[in-house]
Protein backbone atom coordinates (compact mmCIF):
# COMPACT_ATOMS: atom_id res chain seq x y z
CA UNK A 1 0.00 0.00 0.00
CA UNK A 2 1.27 3.68 -0.75
CA UNK A 3 2.43 5.22 2.40
CA UNK A 4 0.76 8.45 3.66
CA UNK A 5 3.38 11.24 2.94
CA UNK A 6 3.60 13.39 6.10
CA UNK A 7 4.73 16.59 6.61
CA UNK A 8 4.78 17.89 10.06
CA UNK A 9 5.48 22.10 9.98
CA UNK A 10 7.38 23.27 13.32
CA UNK A 11 9.43 26.47 14.37
CA UNK A 12 9.22 27.72 17.71
CA UNK A 13 10.95 26.08 20.83
CA UNK A 14 7.07 24.60 22.21
CA UNK A 15 5.98 23.08 18.60
CA UNK A 16 8.80 20.96 19.09
CA UNK A 17 7.85 20.22 22.70
CA UNK A 18 4.28 19.66 20.98
CA UNK A 19 5.41 17.63 18.50
CA UNK A 20 7.56 15.09 19.60
CA UNK A 21 5.80 11.97 20.52
CA UNK A 22 4.30 12.36 17.14
CA UNK A 23 7.16 13.05 15.13
CA UNK A 24 7.84 9.84 16.58
CA UNK A 25 5.25 7.19 15.83
CA UNK A 26 5.36 8.92 11.83
CA UNK A 27 9.15 8.10 11.85
CA UNK A 28 9.05 4.43 13.18
CA UNK A 29 5.52 3.86 10.92
CA UNK A 30 6.30 1.79 7.79
CA UNK A 31 3.08 3.19 6.69
CA UNK A 32 4.20 6.40 6.93
CA UNK A 33 6.75 8.81 5.09
CA UNK A 34 7.93 11.73 7.28
CA UNK A 35 9.21 14.98 5.92
CA UNK A 36 9.43 17.22 8.76
CA UNK A 37 9.96 21.06 7.53
CA UNK A 38 11.64 23.41 10.25
CA UNK A 39 10.60 27.42 9.73
CA UNK A 40 13.82 28.53 11.55
CA UNK A 41 11.39 30.92 13.16
CA UNK A 42 13.32 29.71 16.56
CA UNK A 43 17.34 29.71 15.32
CA UNK A 44 19.29 29.98 19.09
CA UNK A 45 20.80 26.86 19.68
CA UNK A 46 18.85 26.27 23.11
CA UNK A 47 15.90 27.61 21.97
CA UNK A 48 15.54 24.65 19.02
CA UNK A 49 18.43 22.39 18.30
CA UNK A 50 18.80 21.37 21.93
CA UNK A 51 15.20 19.59 22.17
CA UNK A 52 15.65 17.55 19.02
CA UNK A 53 18.69 16.79 20.79
CA UNK A 54 16.95 15.52 23.87
CA UNK A 55 13.93 13.97 22.65
CA UNK A 56 16.09 11.59 20.42
CA UNK A 57 14.29 13.33 17.36
CA UNK A 58 15.17 12.94 13.40
CA UNK A 59 16.80 16.29 11.85
CA UNK A 60 14.33 18.16 9.66
CA UNK A 61 14.79 17.87 6.44
CA UNK A 62 14.34 21.14 5.88
CA UNK A 63 15.35 24.21 7.55
CA UNK A 64 13.85 27.02 5.79
CA UNK A 65 16.53 29.51 7.75
CA UNK A 66 13.35 32.61 8.24
CA UNK A 67 14.49 34.37 11.50
CA UNK A 68 13.26 37.05 13.18
CA UNK A 69 11.27 39.78 11.99
CA UNK A 70 7.94 41.63 12.02
CA UNK A 71 4.88 39.58 11.93
CA UNK A 72 4.11 40.01 8.24
CA UNK A 73 7.43 39.61 7.45
CA UNK A 74 8.54 36.39 9.36
CA UNK A 75 4.63 34.71 8.22
CA UNK A 76 4.98 35.83 4.60
CA UNK A 77 8.62 34.82 4.13
CA UNK A 78 7.55 31.44 5.76
CA UNK A 79 4.62 31.20 3.77
CA UNK A 80 6.49 31.44 0.19
CA UNK A 81 8.96 29.08 1.65
CA UNK A 82 6.78 26.59 3.11
CA UNK A 83 5.39 26.73 -0.57
CA UNK A 84 8.11 25.96 -2.24
CA UNK A 85 8.78 22.68 -0.14
CA UNK A 86 4.95 21.30 -0.70
CA UNK A 87 5.20 21.59 -4.38
CA UNK A 88 8.73 19.86 -4.05
CA UNK A 89 7.22 17.69 -1.93
CA UNK A 90 3.97 16.79 -2.69
CA UNK A 91 2.34 15.45 0.78
CA UNK A 92 -0.52 13.80 1.18
CA UNK A 93 -1.14 16.03 4.73
CA UNK A 94 0.68 18.95 6.01
CA UNK A 95 0.22 18.83 9.94
CA UNK A 96 0.87 21.95 12.09
CA UNK A 97 1.06 22.55 15.69
CA UNK A 98 -0.18 24.93 18.17
CA UNK A 99 -0.42 28.95 17.54
CA UNK A 100 2.51 30.52 16.38
CA UNK A 101 3.22 32.35 13.45
CA UNK A 102 4.65 29.00 12.09
CA UNK A 103 1.70 27.63 11.95
CA UNK A 104 -0.47 30.26 10.58
CA UNK A 105 2.23 29.93 7.90
CA UNK A 106 2.23 26.39 7.23
CA UNK A 107 -1.77 26.09 7.34
CA UNK A 108 -2.23 29.16 4.84
CA UNK A 109 0.40 28.20 2.42
CA UNK A 110 -1.13 24.44 2.25
CA UNK A 111 -4.65 25.22 2.41
CA UNK A 112 -4.07 27.70 -0.60
CA UNK A 113 -2.27 24.57 -2.80
CA UNK A 114 -5.34 22.43 -1.62
CA UNK A 115 -3.05 20.44 0.18
CA UNK A 116 -4.97 18.55 3.39
CA UNK A 117 -4.01 20.46 6.94
CA UNK A 118 -4.30 19.26 9.97
CA UNK A 119 -4.17 21.48 13.01
CA UNK A 120 -2.99 19.92 16.54
CA UNK A 121 -4.22 21.37 19.63
CA UNK A 122 -7.28 22.84 17.84
CA UNK A 123 -9.64 24.67 19.42
CA UNK A 124 -8.30 26.83 22.08
CA UNK A 125 -9.58 30.33 22.80
CA UNK A 126 -8.92 32.95 25.31
CA UNK A 127 -10.64 35.68 23.62
CA UNK A 128 -8.53 37.92 23.10
CA UNK A 129 -7.14 38.92 19.53
CA UNK A 130 -4.98 41.72 20.78
CA UNK A 131 -2.63 38.64 21.15
CA UNK A 132 -1.39 37.43 17.57
CA UNK A 133 -1.46 33.64 18.78
CA UNK A 134 -5.38 34.28 18.72
CA UNK A 135 -5.83 35.67 15.85
CA UNK A 136 -3.37 32.62 14.36
CA UNK A 137 -5.50 30.12 16.09
CA UNK A 138 -8.35 30.69 15.41
CA UNK A 139 -7.54 31.50 11.53
CA UNK A 140 -5.65 27.88 11.82
CA UNK A 141 -8.56 26.11 12.85
CA UNK A 142 -11.17 27.65 10.47
CA UNK A 143 -8.44 27.02 6.97
CA UNK A 144 -7.69 23.18 8.39
CA UNK A 145 -9.41 20.33 7.59
CA UNK A 146 -8.83 17.65 10.63
CA UNK A 147 -8.72 19.78 13.58
CA UNK A 148 -7.45 17.39 16.72
CA UNK A 149 -8.72 19.25 19.87
CA UNK A 150 -6.80 18.25 23.46
CA UNK A 151 -9.77 19.28 25.37
CA UNK A 152 -13.80 18.58 25.19
CA UNK A 153 -13.67 22.11 25.96
CA UNK A 154 -11.90 23.14 22.69
CA UNK A 155 -14.14 20.71 21.09
CA UNK A 156 -17.33 22.85 21.75
CA UNK A 157 -15.52 25.73 21.41
CA UNK A 158 -15.08 24.41 17.38
CA UNK A 159 -18.50 23.34 17.56
CA UNK A 160 -19.47 27.10 18.62
CA UNK A 161 -17.92 28.63 15.54
CA UNK A 162 -19.68 26.10 12.89
CA UNK A 163 -16.51 23.92 12.29
CA UNK A 164 -18.31 20.46 10.98
CA UNK A 165 -18.18 18.17 13.68
CA UNK A 166 -16.97 15.77 11.03
CA UNK A 167 -13.64 17.79 10.98
CA UNK A 168 -13.28 17.46 14.91
CA UNK A 169 -11.50 14.58 16.31
CA UNK A 170 -11.19 14.88 20.52
CA UNK A 171 -7.52 13.05 21.18
CA UNK A 172 -6.04 14.31 24.00
CA UNK A 173 -3.39 16.40 24.39
CA UNK A 174 0.09 15.78 23.03
CA UNK A 175 2.28 17.45 25.62
CA UNK A 176 0.83 14.62 27.90
CA UNK A 177 2.73 12.54 25.60
CA UNK A 178 5.48 13.87 25.91
CA UNK A 179 5.85 14.09 29.90
CA UNK A 180 4.49 10.53 29.97
CA UNK A 181 7.43 9.75 28.16
CA UNK A 182 10.13 11.75 29.87
CA UNK A 183 9.12 11.73 33.37
CA UNK A 184 11.71 9.34 34.64
CA UNK A 185 14.28 11.57 33.23
CA UNK A 186 13.06 14.57 34.45
CA UNK A 187 12.70 13.03 37.85
CA UNK A 188 16.40 11.99 37.43
CA UNK A 189 17.55 15.71 36.19
CA UNK A 190 20.65 17.36 38.22
CA UNK A 191 19.35 20.40 37.85
CA UNK A 192 18.53 21.59 41.36
CA UNK A 193 21.63 20.40 42.87
CA UNK A 194 23.63 22.07 39.78
CA UNK A 195 22.04 25.70 41.15
CA UNK A 196 22.09 24.82 44.24
CA UNK A 197 18.46 24.75 45.15
CA UNK A 198 15.96 22.89 47.74
CA UNK A 199 12.82 20.88 46.76
CA UNK A 200 9.65 23.75 47.54
CA UNK A 201 11.76 26.65 48.55
CA UNK A 202 12.08 28.34 45.54
CA UNK A 203 9.55 30.21 42.96
CA UNK A 204 9.93 29.91 39.11
CA UNK A 205 9.35 32.71 36.50
CA UNK A 206 9.39 32.75 32.65
CA UNK A 207 7.95 35.90 31.02
CA UNK A 208 8.18 36.13 27.71
CA UNK A 209 4.63 37.40 26.12
CA UNK A 210 5.18 40.16 23.42
CA UNK A 211 2.90 42.01 25.59
CA UNK A 212 4.62 41.95 28.61
CA UNK A 213 8.11 42.15 27.94
CA UNK A 214 7.99 44.73 25.01
CA UNK A 215 6.59 47.00 27.34
CA UNK A 216 9.20 48.59 29.96
CA UNK A 217 6.58 49.10 32.73
CA UNK A 218 5.06 46.08 32.52
CA UNK A 219 8.40 44.36 32.70
CA UNK A 220 9.41 45.98 35.87
CA UNK A 221 6.04 45.88 37.46
CA UNK A 222 6.20 42.12 36.94
CA UNK A 223 10.00 42.06 38.50
CA UNK A 224 9.49 44.46 41.30
CA UNK A 225 6.44 42.60 41.95
CA UNK A 226 8.71 39.50 42.00
CA UNK A 227 11.50 40.89 44.05
CA UNK A 228 9.01 42.14 47.04
CA UNK A 229 7.92 38.04 47.57
CA UNK A 230 11.09 37.49 49.03
CA UNK A 231 11.44 34.07 47.57
CA UNK A 232 14.36 33.25 45.83
CA UNK A 233 13.14 32.77 42.07
CA UNK A 234 14.81 30.99 39.46
CA UNK A 235 14.07 32.93 36.09
CA UNK A 236 14.90 31.30 32.59
CA UNK A 237 15.11 33.95 29.96
CA UNK A 238 13.79 33.63 26.59
CA UNK A 239 16.53 35.51 24.16
CA UNK A 240 13.33 38.10 23.59
CA UNK A 241 13.34 39.11 27.25
CA UNK A 242 16.92 38.76 27.63
CA UNK A 243 17.48 41.54 25.21
CA UNK A 244 14.72 43.66 26.32
CA UNK A 245 15.63 43.74 30.23
CA UNK A 246 19.52 45.15 28.92
CA UNK A 247 17.62 47.70 26.41
CA UNK A 248 15.50 48.86 29.09
CA UNK A 249 18.02 48.89 31.72
CA UNK A 250 16.66 46.56 33.96
CA UNK A 251 19.02 44.06 33.96
CA UNK A 252 21.37 45.26 36.79
CA UNK A 253 18.53 46.27 39.32
CA UNK A 254 16.93 42.89 38.85
CA UNK A 255 21.23 41.18 39.29
CA UNK A 256 21.06 43.55 42.63
CA UNK A 257 17.35 42.20 44.19
CA UNK A 258 19.65 38.76 45.17
CA UNK A 259 16.09 37.58 44.78
CA UNK A 260 15.63 37.03 41.16
CA UNK A 261 17.99 34.58 39.73
CA UNK A 262 18.24 34.39 35.66
CA UNK A 263 19.67 31.79 33.88
CA UNK A 264 19.99 31.04 30.23
CA UNK A 265 17.03 28.56 28.46
CA UNK A 266 16.46 25.08 29.82
CA UNK A 267 16.01 22.10 27.88
CA UNK A 268 12.84 20.52 28.68
CA UNK A 269 14.09 17.98 31.12
CA UNK A 270 15.29 20.63 33.17
CA UNK A 271 12.47 22.91 32.78
CA UNK A 272 9.99 20.47 33.99
CA UNK A 273 12.46 19.02 37.04
CA UNK A 274 12.79 22.75 38.14
CA UNK A 275 9.21 23.61 37.45
CA UNK A 276 7.93 19.81 39.47
CA UNK A 277 9.85 20.64 42.68
CA UNK A 278 9.22 24.19 43.09
CA UNK A 279 6.23 26.17 45.14
CA UNK A 280 5.25 27.99 42.75
CA UNK A 281 5.02 29.24 38.77
CA UNK A 282 4.84 32.48 37.87
CA UNK A 283 4.39 32.91 33.86
CA UNK A 284 3.15 34.09 30.78
CA UNK A 285 3.25 31.16 28.78
CA UNK A 286 0.79 28.91 27.54
CA UNK A 287 2.33 25.59 27.60
CA UNK A 288 4.10 26.36 30.83
CA UNK A 289 0.20 26.76 33.02
CA UNK A 290 -0.60 23.57 31.32
CA UNK A 291 2.63 21.96 32.76
CA UNK A 292 2.35 23.33 35.66
CA UNK A 293 -0.89 21.60 36.55
CA UNK A 294 0.02 18.80 34.64
CA UNK A 295 3.26 18.32 37.61
CA UNK A 296 0.26 20.08 40.14
CA UNK A 297 2.44 22.79 40.79
CA UNK A 298 0.37 26.03 42.05
CA UNK A 299 0.12 28.76 39.10
CA UNK A 300 -0.05 32.45 38.87
CA UNK A 301 -0.68 33.68 35.14
CA UNK A 302 0.66 37.37 34.22
CA UNK A 303 -2.16 37.45 31.73
CA UNK A 304 -5.78 39.03 31.80
CA UNK A 305 -7.58 35.98 29.96
CA UNK A 306 -5.90 32.34 29.70
CA UNK A 307 -6.84 29.66 26.35
CA UNK A 308 -5.94 27.37 28.90
CA UNK A 309 -9.47 27.67 31.20
CA UNK A 310 -9.62 24.20 32.55
CA UNK A 311 -6.55 24.98 34.34
CA UNK A 312 -8.57 27.79 35.93
CA UNK A 313 -11.80 26.04 36.28
CA UNK A 314 -10.08 23.38 38.70
CA UNK A 315 -8.36 26.33 40.88
CA UNK A 316 -4.82 25.10 40.15
CA UNK A 317 -4.18 28.55 37.81
CA UNK A 318 -5.12 32.05 38.77
CA UNK A 319 -4.76 35.16 36.03
CA UNK A 320 -2.65 38.11 37.94
CA UNK A 321 -2.20 40.43 34.88
CA UNK A 322 0.88 42.67 35.37
CA UNK A 323 -0.44 44.67 38.47
CA UNK A 324 1.81 44.39 40.97
CA UNK A 325 -0.14 44.46 43.82
CA UNK A 326 -2.15 41.48 42.59
CA UNK A 327 1.06 39.45 42.07
CA UNK A 328 2.14 39.80 45.25
CA UNK A 329 -0.77 39.00 47.20
CA UNK A 330 -1.38 35.77 45.32
CA UNK A 331 1.88 34.85 45.06
CA UNK A 332 2.10 35.60 48.75
CA UNK A 333 -1.11 33.60 49.17
CA UNK A 334 0.21 30.56 47.59
CA UNK A 335 3.56 30.79 49.50
CA UNK A 336 2.21 31.00 52.59
CA UNK A 337 -0.30 27.79 51.78
CA UNK A 338 2.04 25.20 52.88
CA UNK A 339 -0.45 22.28 51.52
CA UNK A 340 -0.86 24.61 48.19
CA UNK A 341 0.60 21.72 46.39
CA UNK A 342 -1.03 18.92 48.15
CA UNK A 343 -4.36 20.13 47.24
CA UNK A 344 -3.47 19.69 43.70
CA UNK A 345 -2.37 16.19 43.98
CA UNK A 346 -6.20 14.78 43.70
CA UNK A 347 -7.57 16.49 40.76
CA UNK A 348 -8.32 15.49 37.90
CA UNK A 349 -7.16 15.84 34.57
CA UNK A 350 -8.95 17.08 31.36
CA UNK A 351 -5.87 16.64 29.06
CA UNK A 352 -5.78 12.45 28.50
CA UNK A 353 -3.38 10.40 29.22
CA UNK A 354 -0.71 10.50 27.02
CA UNK A 355 -1.93 8.68 24.13
CA UNK A 356 -2.92 11.25 21.91
CA UNK A 357 -0.10 11.28 19.37
CA UNK A 358 -1.01 7.63 18.79
CA UNK A 359 -4.56 8.34 18.46
CA UNK A 360 -3.62 11.35 15.60
CA UNK A 361 -1.76 8.87 13.64
CA UNK A 362 -4.44 6.36 13.43
CA UNK A 363 -6.95 9.40 12.56
CA UNK A 364 -4.23 10.52 9.99
CA UNK A 365 -3.99 6.84 8.40
CA UNK A 366 -7.61 6.65 8.07
CA UNK A 367 -8.68 9.87 6.50
CA UNK A 368 -6.30 11.07 4.65
CA UNK A 369 -5.19 8.22 2.19
C1 LIG B 1 6.96 32.78 19.56
C2 LIG B 1 5.45 32.62 19.40
C3 LIG B 1 4.81 32.41 20.76
C4 LIG B 1 5.48 31.28 21.52
C5 LIG B 1 6.97 31.55 21.59
C6 LIG B 1 7.67 30.43 22.29
C7 LIG B 1 4.49 33.90 17.55
C8 LIG B 1 3.63 35.05 17.19
N1 LIG B 1 4.85 33.81 18.84
O1 LIG B 1 7.21 33.97 20.33
O2 LIG B 1 3.44 32.09 20.56
O3 LIG B 1 4.94 31.22 22.82
O4 LIG B 1 7.48 31.66 20.26
O5 LIG B 1 8.99 30.79 22.61
O6 LIG B 1 4.83 33.11 16.71
N2 LIG B 1 14.92 35.35 19.38
C9 LIG B 1 16.22 34.98 19.52
N3 LIG B 1 16.57 33.69 19.23
C10 LIG B 1 15.65 32.77 18.79
C11 LIG B 1 14.32 33.17 18.65
C12 LIG B 1 13.97 34.46 18.95
O7 LIG B 1 17.09 35.76 19.91
O8 LIG B 1 16.03 31.61 18.55
C13 LIG B 1 14.53 36.74 19.75
C14 LIG B 1 14.60 37.70 18.58
O9 LIG B 1 14.97 38.95 19.10
C15 LIG B 1 13.15 37.79 18.11
C16 LIG B 1 12.40 37.64 19.41
O10 LIG B 1 13.18 36.74 20.20
O11 LIG B 1 12.85 38.99 17.44
C17 LIG B 1 11.01 37.09 19.25
O12 LIG B 1 11.03 35.86 18.54
P1 LIG B 1 9.72 35.39 17.73
O13 LIG B 1 9.98 34.08 17.11
O14 LIG B 1 9.24 36.48 16.84
O15 LIG B 1 8.60 35.27 18.83
P2 LIG B 1 8.64 34.66 20.32
O16 LIG B 1 8.59 35.77 21.28
O17 LIG B 1 9.71 33.64 20.45
Same mark, same amino acid.
Given at each position: ?? &????????????????????????????????????????????????????????????????????????????????????????????????????????????????????????????????????????????????????? &????????????????????????????????????????????????????????? &??????????????????????????????????????????????????????????????????????????????????????? &??????????????????????????????????????????????????????????????????????????
Amino acid at each position: MK &RLKTMPVIGVRPQIVKAAPLIKLLNENRNVHLQLVHTGQHYDIEMSRVFFKDFNLPAPKTNLGVGSGTHAQQTATMMIRIEKAILHYRPDVVIVFGDANTALAGALAAVKLRVPTAHVESGLRSGNLAMPEEVNRTVVDHCSDILFAPT &RLAVRNLLNEGIDKDSIFHVGDTMVDTLVQWRRAIGASGILDRLGLRPEEYTVLTTH &RAENVDDRSKLKAILSAVSRTRTLTVFPMHPRTRKNLINFNLWSKMKRSNIILPIDPLDYIDMLSLVKSSRLLLTDSGGMQKEAFLL &RVPCLTLREETEWQETIATGANRLVGTDPSKILKEATRVLANKDARRKLAKLKSPYGSGHASRRIVSTLLRVCR
